[in-house]
């Protein structure tokens, strides 16, 4: 049963353009999100996260947002850069520190 | 600083045998886990030590998986009589802070297993 999903396993945005990753979810009882990057043959690298007590994160080039109605996480890259280009996951935590993750969303940044 | 760092980074074992993958958290995080991805899929969740406290292996697969964590720091991940469908990149993360705090996890590089 996958409680947190990412519906699309790639994604090419020209370079300077905006990148908008998906994440949906079912556990209505998720209270922390993140985003995690991840090149080939290394583990996940913590990017950014979100309290289910707010709708909006930002980091820079990267904006996490929540819409805990919709059951919809999504990351916002702006502007892309070439060195963005990896697999991108979402995962959520229940109370208890148990994270599920998505399965991944390639990115490639087109220069 | 140093990360978790997790060894062996590569094993090839013949089917049956036992192994044991090592993770070494990053100093001062009382939280670690374990993850498997295999190939296409998301990360699925193992194990998970807090402090002391009793581990949660909710998300061990079959009773050939096994983990201990001593001194509440290194980790081992053991796996005994290895089958082909354990073949997967293993993964190890800590984390600072008790349960219910917004902590990221920071994960090591992974050990990628081969069951010939």
């Known amino acids: ?111 | 600083g140093a990360g978790v760092s997790q060894s062996p980074s590569n094993k090839v074992t013949e089917k049956g045998k036992d192994v044991e993958l090592r993770c070494d958290p990053i100093s001062g995080h009382t939280a670690l886990y374990w993850y498997r991805q295999s190939l296409g899929q998301g990360l699925e969740f193992l194990i998970y030590f807090q402090g002391n406290s009793a581990p949660d292996k909710s998300g061990l697969p079959s009773d050939r998986f096994s983990a201990e964590r001593t001194g509440g720091s290194v980790s081992t991940l053991t796996i005994q009589r290895t089958q082909q469908e354990d073949s997967a990149v293993y993964l190890c993360a800590s984390s600072l802070g008790a349960t219910g705090q917004n902590q990221p996890q920071h994960f090591g590089d992974g050990t990628r297993l081969s069951i010939l």
Not at chain 1, 9 to 34: A, K
Not at chain 1, 64 to 71: D, E
Not at chain 1, 91 to 106: D, E
Request: hydrophobic share 35%; charged share 15%.
């Open chain 1, 1 to 111: 049963d996958q409680q947190v999903k990412q519906n699309s396993p790639s994604l090419s945005v020209q370079e300077g353009r905006i990148s908008i990753l998906n994440c949906d979810y079912t556990n209505s009882m998720f209270d922390y999100f993140l985003w995690y990057k991840k090149y080939p043959a290394e583990g996940p690298t913590f990017l950014i996260s979100i309290s289910s007590i707010k709708d909006k994160n930002e980091d820079g080039r990267f904006t996490v947002f929540l819409n805990k109605s919709a059951k919809h996480l999504s990351l916002h890259i702006v502007p892309s850069q070439p060195g963005d280009s990896a697999v991108y996951f979402c995962a959520a935590r229940v109370t208890g520190n148990q994270f599920y993750f998505g399965t991944g969303t390639s990115l490639t940044v087109i220069p």
